[in-house]
């Protein structure tokens, strides 16, 4: 008789996990360790309720309500958290917008590329602060005039005597203020 009731007697978990415990730790073997256990999804507004043993896959990876991010974030897309079960809506929402933001890195990937090309052929690199001859500013030069963000070197070089800086010509069309200017 007194077996049947020993909080120190071995018996089998009565949610059938297979697992052998002390009879006095019935509860907390159910409540914190039994992989048996009913348990609630904590994904916001679902009601379903996995056994413990499949909580973190469901949480994880099944749960229609998760929260998932857009697979074209690193292109620019700005839908950073959505629920899975709205993301079939939002690519077909933002099916354009996905292009377009898979092209304009397409086009800035191409631009660096090609200035990459054209510096490492000059032997200039991106930043660089060089001498040129002549009064004609290289393509994809920034005269240093202290316009568009470079520093103003204007009488820090040596100019030829019959060059005013108002004689040079850019070969393409860097800065906004000098269209203002005309």
Not at 79 to 100: G, L, N, P, T, V
Not at 155 to 179: C, M, T
């Amino acid at each position: 008789a007194h077996h049947g009731q020993c909080g120190f007697a071995v018996i089998k978990c009565p949610l059938n996990c297979n697992g052998d415990i002390l009879r006095k730790d019935t509860k907390d073997h159910t409540e914190e360790k039994c992989p048996k256990t009913v348990m609630n999804c904590t994904n916001e507004d679902c009601k379903e309720q996995p056994l413990r043993e499949v909580l973190d896959c469901h949480v994880n990876a099944e749960c229609p309500h998760r929260i998932v991010g857009c697979k074209y974030n690193e292109y620019g897309c700005p839908q950073q958290r959505i629920k899975h079960q709205d993301m079939e809506a939002h690519m077909d929402d933002f099916e354009s917008k996905h292009i377009q933001f898979q092209l304009d890195q397409l086009y800035q990937m191409m631009h660096l590329r090609m200035s990459q090309k054209t510096n490492q052929t000059s032997g200039v690199k991106p930043g660089m602060i060089q001498m040129f001859g002549g009064n004609v500013v290289p393509k994809g030069w920034l005269l240093c005039d202290g316009k568009s963000g470079t520093p103003d070197l204007r009488d820090k070089f040596v100019l030829n005597n019959n060059v005013d800086l108002g004689d040079f010509e850019i070969s393409e069309r860097e800065y906004d203020d000098e269209e203002e200017e005309e």
